[in-house]
């Protein structure tokens, strides 16, 4: 069955205090890691697909990156408006199409 | 170029009725998720659809949940005889084709079963 972990579950930073977040995963056969961020009430808003070790995406002030067993998704100098719970998710690379398996979320606060 | 949409955004059933939830995926996609989530738990997958197919519902419970994507229309959750546990966040998400792994979410269907 595949999992999804994801560490830590809430973390509250200074604006400007750049972070880690954690996603380990198990899956039999990968054919991509996602994140999402999603904001209170929200659906969840599309960050980036990794899909093989090694592999690495930026967008402004996030940076995704991928080994065998775990993604990171790093906060360099966050802003408040950074705020938001950021969601895992890894699609198995099996015969038909598989919807996501979540993790649970890290919910992640920049105070001013 | 509208997104995904979903309505009603909040709905309210008291235990034994039917809730209907409707997802019209993006232009241009004829792909469908549904998903569901729990006060603090993760999103769960239910089901996947292609027009007029359903390629895989391993994860809808086996009674009172149906699904279905026409050939027109939207895609529709069906959820038959409602209890309190079913009060949940249901989010839709379409994507292009089956190989693109970029799945595109609605804003969601809050249900509340009183």
């Known amino acids: 069955e595949d999992q999804v972990t994801q560490s830590p579950e809430a973390l509250r930073l200074q604006e400007g205090e750049s972070s880690s977040l954690n996603c380990s995963y198990t899956v039999s056969g990968l054919r991509g890691l996602f994140w999402y961020r999603q904001d209170p009430g929200k659906g969840p808003e599309f960050l980036f697909t990794l899909y093989s070790a090694g592999e690495e995406k930026e967008k402004e002030r996030l940076k995704a990156t991928l080994t065998k067993k775990e993604s990171f998704l790093h906060i360099t100098a966050p802003k408040p408006e950074d705020s938001a719970t950021y969601l895992c998710a890894v699609q198995a690379a099996r015969g038909g199409a598989d919807g996501l398996t979540f993790g649970k979320g890290t919910h992640l606060i920049i105070q001013p | 170029n509208a997104g995904v949409m979903q309505n009603p955004r909040h709905l309210v059933r008291r235990r034994g009725q039917e809730a209907r939830l409707r997802c019209s995926p993006m232009?241009?996609?004829?792909?469908v998720y549904w998903y569901r989530q729990l006060p603090e738990e993760g999103l769960k997958f239910m089901v996947y659809?292609?027009?007029?197919?359903?390629?895989?519902e391993s994860g809808m419970p086996k009674e009172r949940f149906s699904a279905e994507f026409p050939k027109e229309g939207p895609s529709i959750l069906r959820i038959q005889q409602v209890v309190r546990g079913d009060s949940a966040a249901y989010f839709c998400?379409?994507?292009?084709?089956?190989?693109?792994?970029?799945?595109?979410f609605g804003q969601g269907t809050r249900l509340t079963v009183v």
């Open positions: 659809l292609q027009k007029e197919n359903i390629i895989d």
């Open positions: 998400a379409s994507s292009r084709f089956d190989s693109d792994t970029e799945a595109f």
């Open positions: 232009k241009g996609h004829s792909h």
